[in-house]
């Protein structure tokens, strides 16, 4: 079946530090890629998503490029800030299949001053 | 309202006692998927609706799990004689769309089985 893997935590960086989390998956044909993130004490909230092969979604300073020839997603920031401690979790939907979402199992960051 | 609610946000329940978890999606969205995340988890698929109608409850782990939308808006999650297990937040979420692509989450209802 379609799932998902992505790198375990936690990530501890300090800010102004480049982030990369990766992000690979398996799935049939060409699934919708996303990256939800979950800040302290709120829900899941669309970071950014990417519908085609090649396709790079940003969103916040957050870039990830939909890569089919690696099946990878991997959620990049070029400077992060403490602001940007949070749980950050990777997800699929199967083409043409049922709309769920499939979700890795989340990467905690925390980010120091 | 502005996003997606949900009741209770926390649920204390015996071991054996039936629960009702609400979710009320954005106004208009056509498509509202219930999720079940356990602790240190990402969330897992329990089942989806399309207006009122059940297009899939492949991830509901049991019978004891049960979901209606009956009017194709507020949509209630019952867990009947709920065990340890059933521990977990459960997750809601929205979307406008047919085809789902984004989808808006609620907070989730913290479920404690003693």
């Known amino acids: 079946g379609d799932s998902v893997t992505q790198m375990e935590g936690p990530v501890t960086l300090s800010e102004e530090a480049f982030l990369t989390i990766n992000c690979t998956y398996t799935?049939?044909?060409?699934?919708?890629l996303f990256w939800y993130v979950q800040y302290p004490g709120e829900g899941l909230q669309l970071l950014l998503k990417?519908?085609?092969?090649?396709d790079k979604g940003s969103n916040k300073g957050f870039e990830a490029t939909y890569r089919k020839e690696t099946t990878s997603f991997h959620l990049e920031k070029g400077s992060v800030q403490v602001s940007d401690s949070a749980v950050y979790f990777c997800?699929?939907?199967?083409?043409?299949?049922?709309?769920?979402?499939?979700f890795g199992k989340g990467t905690k960051l925390t980010v120091n001053p | 309202g502005a996003g997606v609610s949900q009741s209770p946000r926390y649920k204390v329940a015996k071991r054996g006692q039936d629960v009702a978890l609400r979710c009320d999606p954005i106004s208009g969205h056509v498509s509202l998927f219930w999720y079940q995340q356990a602790l240190g988890q990402g969330p897992e698929f329990l089942t989806y609706?399309?207006?009122?109608?059940?297009?899939?409850k492949s991830g509901l782990p049991s019978d004891r799990f049960f979901a209606e939308r009956p009017e194709g808006s507020v949509s209630t999650l019952k867990i009947q004689r709920t065990q340890q297990e059933d521990s977990a937040v459960y997750l809601c979420?929205?979307?406008?769309?047919?085809?789902?692509?984004?989808?808006?989450f609620g907070p989730g209802t913290r479920l404690l089985v003693l």
């Open positions: 609706f399309q207006n009122e109608a059940q297009l899939d």
């Open positions: 990417a519908t085609k092969a090649d």
């Open positions: 979420a929205s979307s406008f769309d047919r085809g789902g692509e984004t989808q808006y």
């Open positions: 997800a699929l939907t199967a083409q043409g299949g049922s709309e769920k979402l499939v």
């Open positions: 799935a049939t044909g060409y699934p919708s």
